[in-house]
């Protein structure tokens, strides 16, 4: 590191931080399909398609999990965002 | 009783042969008679990276079929003792092997060996599920890099529900993360993942961290463990990473980048 390089140091680049974010949400996507059951992509894919018919829609503005609670019953919990128009 | 142990990633040319090449000759000078098979069928490597390729007769897939026993195949290390190689076939593809046949093989390797290292293909096709379908212990082998640490996830995800200890609900493999080809000043110039970066991503427990280092490359091109050369800062770092697989506690090294001297600072260098 030279003098000049001690006066930029201000300037760090944060490409990093973004590679941090992008992952933790990619990660936590995968993992949320990985723990459901086998057919959770393709009920997602079904749901999407059938959605598409009615109104626009980006394959993200569908999520879809299953919630275990107190091991006798599970939810399966579908959540689609619209947009405004 | 041996232990098992895979080194997967996932991702390929993050160093899982470099890694299974040196903790295999690390764990043997440590006195512990080791076995490292290359799963990698069909793209056999580890042989090169061991410096025995000339030596290989028969191979894993071999003593699968009954071609050849197991005493035939196995080449023995000539720089140690305790070390075995169990080298892939270079002719069949990936599925050759089948879950008997792998079977058949490591309970013969467990009667005349305390570690057998799988040395995975990338991917997570066949290949590299039958590398950590029996695994006690696994080394999941990351880099500091986007696709990298995704790949690993999905593999962690593998061992957690495609192994035989999570098929029959036993005590879960252990994982271990490796972090390899760590650049310390890039990461404090903010355009690498940081090592507490990734710990977090994947939340497994770390057993080593190995520096991006010129003396890999050399070590590989000399058919020579890079753990051999032990003025080498991966060399050192992959001695650590052996100590604490055996259970010794050992400093973190490499993670900052060498101090200099002021003088240098100021006029680079």
Redo the contacts between chains.
């Keep these: 590191?030279?003098?000049l390089?001690?006066f930029k140091r201000d300037n760090?680049?944060?490409?990093?931080?973004t590679?941090?974010e992008?992952?933790?949400i990619?990660?936590a996507h995968?993992?949320s399909h990985?723990s459901g059951p086998s057919y959770l992509p393709q009920l997602e894919q079904d749901l999407l398609a059938v959605i598409s018919k009615y109104v626009s829609i980006e394959p993200d503005q569908v999520q879809i999990q299953i919630d275990h609670n107190d091991g006798e019953l599970a939810v399966l919990e579908v959540n689609v965002t619209l947009s405004d128009r | 009783m041996s232990k098992i142990i895979v080194v997967t990633s996932g991702k390929g040319g993050v160093g899982k042969t470099t890694t299974s090449a040196s903790i295999a000759t690390g764990l043997a000078k440590s006195g512990h008679k080791t076995v490292v098979i290359d799963f990698d069928i069909g793209l056999r490597n580890l042989d090169l990276v061991m410096g025995c390729e000339r030596r290989v007769v028969y191979d894993f897939v071999n003593v699968v079929n009954g071609e050849a026993n197991l005493n035939q195949a196995l080449i023995k290390d000539k720089r140690c003792d305790n070390l075995y190689i169990l080298p892939a076939s270079q002719t069949r593809d990936k599925d050759a092997l089948t879950i008997e046949g792998v079977q058949s093989v490591l309970d013969q390797l467990k009667t005349q060996f305390e570690f057998i290292l799988c040395d995975s293909p990338a991917g997570i096709e066949h290949g590299a599920m039958m590398a950590l379908y029996f695994a006690d212990e696994a080394i999941v082998t990351t880099n500091p890099e986007v696709s990298s640490v995704r790949d690993s996830d999905r593999i962690l995800g593998m061992l957690q529900s495609r192994s035989l200890r999570a098929e029959q609900g036993l005590e879960p493999v252990k994982e271990h993360l490796l972090l390899c080809r760590y650049v310390p000043s890039r990461v404090d110039a903010g355009d690498m993942l940081s090592l507490e970066d990734v710990t977090e991503i994947l939340a497994i427990p770390l057993i080593g961290l190995i520096p991006e280092c010129g003396s890999v490359l050399k070590a590989s091109n000399g058919g020579t463990p890079v753990i051999l050369d032990e003025t080498s800062p991966a060399g050192q770092a992959y001695a650590d990473t052996v100590a604490r697989l055996l259970g010794e506690e050992r400093p973190l090294r490499f993670v900052s980048e060498e101090r200099k001297g002021w003088l240098k600072k100021l006029f680079g260098g």
């Design positions: 590191m030279s003098l390089d001690y760090k680049g944060d490409s990093a931080r590679a941090k992008r992952l933790q990619i990660v995968e993992r990985r």
